[in-house]
């Protein structure tokens, strides 16, 4: 049986990780990339391939598909699109700049990947495309709304990518994971304080007595309903070797509360709930 392949982003840890090593122990042949280089020479250690691919840089895409493709001779199962980070903030305080970079991150860079890949796909006749979303593509919280708009245009891009390849051999498929136990908070941080002028906000003493203590606070009792990275390596499992993959699976119990309140209440009654958290 002829090795499947897969390019995976955002493995420097957390999701991305759990998913490079899982996958290669499975037998599939993982493309683990990272932003940096210092993670991928990592991750070459660890006994995987690696090499760089950053969403922000177009031609850093093109070079992570080229690298991919000669390795493989022309050919590539599987894409898992993972990588992505927060800008915390009030939408009211994140400038236009910061909505340009993040876009360009979690969103723009996926389906510039996507769309150099597809013709490789159709070509061969196979092919399935999983997307990282979020609960946050579903339910929107305070002070993430920059990382809430990416998430929510993804999921409409893939609906719509879904069905325009209806008739195509190529599943486009959403994984919406809910809280992990990763290090996005921590890794928010350096964004936050990049782009968010919090001490001259007309909302200061939120960020002081109610945001900053929760973004800062020392890993302690894990969030309700928080998984493992290992429980979103599951569904991606399914997703990349069922005959029949789903178009979407929810990982955690708070991201099927959601989506099932979603559905049941009005809007005005889920904002009560979700500006609770």
């Known amino acids: 049986m002829t090795q499947k392949s897969i390019l995976i982003t955002g493995c420097s840890s957390g999701i991305g990780y759990d998913a490079a090593h899982t996958l290669a122990k ?20 660890e006994g995987l391939e690696s090499f760089p691919l950053d969403y922000e840089d177009e031609a850093s895409i093109k070079s992570a598909v080229a690298e991919t493709l000669k390795r493989t001779g022309g050919t590539l199962d599987a894409l898992y699109n993972n990588g992505a980070y927060g800008i915390p903030g009030l939408v009211q305080d994140v400038p236009r700049d910061a909505f340009r970079a993040i876009f360009e991150a979690n969103l723009f860079g996926y389906f510039d990947l996507i769309n150099q890949l597809l013709p490789t796909m159709l070509a061969q006749g196979h092919g399935r495309v999983i997307n990282c979303s979020s609960v946050l593509g579903i339910g929107a919280l305070r002070a ?14 893939t609906d719509t990518l879904r069905m ?15 809280p992990i136990t990763t290090d996005i908070r921590k890794k928010s941080q350096p964004h936050f304080e990049r782009w968010i002028d919090w001490k001259n906000s ?43 993959p789903r178009p979407r699976y ?21 904002d009560r709930i979700l500006s609770r958290l």
């Open 250 to 270: 929810y990982v955690t119990i708070p991201t099927h509360v959601v989506g099932v309140l979603k559905r049941l209440l009005t809007t005005r009654a889920l």
């Open 164 to 178: 325009e390849l209806r008739a195509q051999p190529i599943d486009i498929i959403l994984i919406e994971p809910g």
């Open 202 to 244: 007309p909302r200061k003493s939120y960020y002081e007595k109610a945001f900053m203590p929760r973004l800062y606070a020392q890993a302690g009792d894990p969030d309700p309903g928080e998984l493992p990275p290992s429980a979103v390596t599951k569904k991606l499992i399914h997703a990349l070797e069922s005959r029949r």
């Open 144 to 157: 993430r709304g920059a990382y809430n708009a990416t998430k929510f245009a993804m999921e409409g891009l």
């Open 26 to 45: 499975r037998g599939w042949r993982v493309f683990a990339t990272c932003r940096a280089q210092s993670d991928c020479d990592r991750l070459i250690g």
